[in-house]
């Protein structure tokens, strides 16, 4: 019997979540002045301790102690109510003749 193993990243791959992320320091830092995909063209990929050391840097602020608990909450609401799938994957998900198992570890 043949095993196949598929591996999907999921940022990018099955969901876009760059948006939402990006949204989420709109909405919580009125300062910020820039666009959704301004940020994204920014900060796309990189670590969230770098974006925030970032923003600091370039709006010459101090971020509250709390503001990466409070950008994590927001971007898990934003998730939960808007996150959608990489148009086409559902469709390619289903088309699988494999079963999907998730990796818990």
Wanted: glycine fraction near 4%; include cysteine; charge should be neutral.
């Amino acid at each position: 019997m043949k095993h196949l193993c598929v591996i999907f990243d999921l940022d990018g791959t099955l969901v876009d979540s760059e948006k939402l992320c990006n949204q989420a320091f709109i909405d919580l830092l009125p300062f910020i002045n820039e666009s959704v995909d301004s940020l994204i063209g920014r900060y796309r990929g990189r670590k969230l301790a770098l974006i925030l050391a970032d923003i600091e840097i370039r709006y010459s602020v101090k971020l509250p102690i709390y503001f990466e608990t409070a950008y994590r909450q927001k971007v898990n609401e934003l998730f939960e109510f808007y996150l959608q799938p990489v148009t086409g994957v559902p469709e390619m998900l289903q088309k699988l003749e494999y079963a999907l198992r998730r990796n818990l570890g």
